[in-house]
Structure formats: structure tokens, C-alpha cells
């Protein structure tokens, strides 16, 4: 499974980016996964950001509830962040998983249970 995600660049506070994630792969289907965005800005631990289950129950990290919205388009194999009202906090490397076998929601935003990761695309929030 690849993971590659896109959408990243510079935007000033306040400002919003879209995020994609499309998965590829033989006979891939991650109708049943769990997705995930995470993120890891310089020296800081890598933390959850959004994740989306699938039957569409998602979690958010506390940061950024009420302005990062995530998605999935299954038929295509696609996850999104919209990322609204952008500060500069939100700089970082973001990631998008893949989590396949079945882990409680508790784990949704931590890192362990996801086994597809993508190489990250860079938001930086400057003004």
C-alpha cells in the first residue's frame, strides 16, 4: 500500500489549506480501515491531528476541533483535511495512516495501531 499525500505549502494565520491522501496498491480497498492524519512539527513528538473510522465516526485532537475537518472518499481511495482558521501552531510535517485490523476508538489519534504511514507533505503557517 502507498500512501502520498499533497496539498501542503505556506499560508498565512488565519488562512486555510486543503489536504489529500490517495492510497494505491494491488487489490487495495480501504473501505474497511481505519485513516488517519498525523503531524510532527521540529523537535516535537509526532501527535494525531484527525482520524476517521469506517462507518464514519471521527475523532479530533483537542487543538484542532472546529476547524480541521477530515473526510474519506472511498470509492477513490482518498482522505482529506480541511484545514481552516490556520495559526501558526499548525506548522508541521503532516502524515496520513492507514490502520487495517480493528482498534478502539481510545487509539484513534495515537500511532501504534496504523501500519500504512505516507511520507508527509509540509503546511507552514507564517505571516
Known amino acids: 500500500v502507498r500512501l502520498v499525500e499533497s496539498g501542503g505549502g505556506l499560508v498565512q494565520p488565519g488562512g486555510s489549506l486543503g489536504l489529500s491522501c490517495a492510497a494505491s496498491?494491488?487489490?487495495?480497498?480501504?473501505?474497511?480501515?481505519?485513516l488517519a492524519w498525523f503531524r510532527q512539527a521540529p523537535l516535537k513528538e509526532r501527535e494525531g491531528v484527525a482520524a476517521i473510522d469506517r462507518e464514519g465516526n471521527i475523532k479530533y485532537a483537542e487543538s484542532v476541533k472546529g476547524r480541521f475537518t477530515v473526510s474519506r472518499v472511498n470509492a477513490n481511495n482518498t482522505l482529506y483535511l480541511q484545514m481552516n482558521n490556520l495559526n501558526l501552531e499548525d506548522t508541521a510535517m503532516y502524515y496520513c495512516?492507514?490502520?487495517?485490523?480493528?482498534?478502539?476508538?481510545?487509539?484513534?489519534?495515537?500511532?501504534?495501531?496504523?501500519?500504512?504511514w505516507g511520507q508527509g507533505t509540509q503546511v507552514t503557517v507564517s505571516s
Open positions: 495512516a492507514a490502520g487495517l485490523s480493528y482498534f478502539g476508538r481510545e487509539n484513534y489519534l495515537r500511532d501504534f495501531p496504523y501500519v500504512f
Open positions: 496498491g494491488v487489490n487495495i480497498n480501504l473501505d474497511t480501515a481505519t
